[in-house]
């Protein structure tokens, strides 16, 4: 079995080349409603599987009162993230975040901890969610604030996508089976069972609302995308001439889609919650 931090360990880089940029409005988007809601917090913040670092560096940006921790179970990811923080931020901002590696479930932190917990397309990756909501209310302080963005169970067709699936149906042989990867809670069902859940572990103030995250990928690119991130394991399995006729095919059948079918739509739900002062759990 195949952990999953083995999986972003070896795809580090290309997380951040090629699935950053897809993720990011979407992360910054969540960070304009909290602050809305709440403003900047003046204190410390956790980044809960902060990947390459988009959501923890732009909290030090943005907050200049705040001091960040971001948080992931990936040592080269959090490798990534250190780099670009030290490449984009000025020595001032710099002295306030620091990286750790650890997991959202164990959080290794003391209760109360925390002003405000983030978090960006982690929560799904989890082996159990509730545990892991319940540990980012443990290391809130009283009225703190927990806000995250994640997935939304939907329709996952895309048209690329099946372009690329019919190129692999061409290369019959082709042994298909993936490695077993550890378990993970999945994306959310609806906006409404997550606001549930919180309010079940003790969040109050709980405001859950299903959105979209739209992005256009470059046809131009959108084979190097899958060769050299999202289906980067398939490929290096394949031997060299199979990688050709793949690519050759692949190329083939992405050419005849209209640029318009290269508009990734997806579903996603964003969540904002507070501790509240003393902790009553609904039955």
């Known amino acids: 079995m195949k952990t999953i931090e083995a999986r972003y360990d070896a795809s580090a880089l290309a997380y951040r080349t090629w699935w950053e940029p897809v993720l990011r409005p979407t992360g910054l988007d969540l960070l304009d409603r909290l602050g809305r809601v709440a403003g900047g917090p003046a204190g410390r913040v956790l980044d809960v599987g902060t990947g390459a670092g988009l959501l923890a560096i732009e909290a030090v940006r943005r907050w200049p009162a705040a001091n960040v921790i971001g948080l992931d179970?990936?040592?080269?990811?959090l490798a990534v993230a250190e780099a670009t923080a030290r490449a984009d931020l000025?020595?001032?901002?710099?002295?306030?975040?620091?990286?750790?590696?650890g997991h959202a479930q164990e959080l290794p932190f003391e209760d109360g901890s925390f002003e405000l917990v983030i978090s960006s397309f982690a929560y799904q990756l989890v082996p159990r969610l509730t545990p892991a909501l319940a540990e980012?209310?443990?290391?809130?302080?009283?009225?703190?604030?927990?806000?995250?963005?994640?997935?939304?169970?939907?329709?996952?067709?895309?048209?690329?996508?099946?372009?690329?699936?019919?190129?692999?149906?061409?290369?019959?042989?082709?042994?298909e089976e993936s490695a077993a990867e550890e378990a993970r809670n999945g994306d959310l069902t609806s906006a409404g069972a997550v606001a549930t859940r919180l309010r079940r572990i003790g969040f109050r103030s709980v405001v859950a609302r299903e959105a979209w995250l739209t992005f256009d990928h470059d046809r131009a690119t959108y084979l190097a995308f899958l060769e050299e991130y999202a289906e980067r394991e398939l490929f290096a399995d394949l031997?060299?001439?199979?990688?050709?006729?793949?690519r050759a095919a692949a190329t083939r059948r992405l050419s005849r889609l209209p640029s318009a079918a290269f508009r990734w739509r997806v579903p996603v739900v964003y969540a904002l919650?507070?501790?509240?002062?003393?902790?009553?759990r609904e039955p």
Do not use: C
């Open 73 to 77: 179970g990936s040592t080269e990811m």
């Open 90 to 101: 000025p020595p001032a901002d710099l002295a306030r975040i620091d990286w750790l590696r």
């Open 136 to 175: 980012a209310l443990r290391v809130l302080r009283p009225g703190g604030r927990l806000a995250f963005v994640t997935w939304r169970i939907g329709d996952d067709r895309f048209d690329p996508d099946e372009a690329f699936e019919d190129a692999l149906d061409e290369l019959d042989p082709l042994d």
């Open 239 to 246: 031997a060299l001439a199979e990688q050709r006729r793949l």
């Open 273 to 280: 919650a507070r501790r509240p002062e003393s902790i009553e």
